[in-house]
Every structure is written in C-alpha cells, then in structure tokens.
C-alpha cells in the first residue's frame, strides 16, 4: 500500500537530471528497461492515508515507453 495517492494533474514540472547524470541510472535500467530515463519535478495535490488532502512536491523517474516510476514526495507546500 502506497503512503499517498496522486489526486490531481502534476503542475510545474522541471527536469532534474537527464542519462547519465541520474544516480540510480544503472538501478532504473536494470529494474525497468532500457530507455531515456529523466528525473522530473513537479506540483501535485495528494491524498495521504492519514485522510487528509494536500499539495505537495513529488519527483519521480519517467522513460518514453516505460512511464513514471517510484513517485516520491519531497515536501508539502500547504
């Protein structure tokens, strides 16, 4: 079971790393796939099992062909 549940579209997303310059390059292509692989950033309205509903930021890791992976929140901005 997840922490939280992404709610609504992400807004404001940045790219953070791109290739080679992704720590856990190596990790993501193994575990999902070959592909290019960016860690974005952006603004998304969460649902936490505490039952309370929040903005906050995620980041997470997405590839064509292979979607998001491991969405993770960084902090709220509420």
């Known amino acids: 079971m997840?922490?939280?549940?992404?709610l609504s579209e992400l807004t404001n997303i940045e790219v953070i790393a791109v290739g080679s310059a992704i720590r856990d390059i190596a990790r993501l292509q193994k575990q999902y796939g070959q592909g290019r692989w960016r860690k974005l950033k952006g603004i998304?309205?969460?649902h936490i099992m505490?039952?309370?509903?929040?903005?906050a930021e995620l980041h997470w890791y997405?590839?064509?062909?292979?979607?998001?992976?491991?969405?993770k929140?960084?902090?709220?901005?509420d």
């Open 50 to 55: 505490t039952c309370r509903i929040r903005r």
């Open 62 to 71: 997405e590839a064509h062909g292979i979607g998001r992976k491991e969405i």
């Open 73 to 77: 929140r960084k902090r709220y901005m």
């Open 44 to 46: 998304g309205t969460i």
């Open 2 to 6: 997840k922490p939280f549940e992404v």
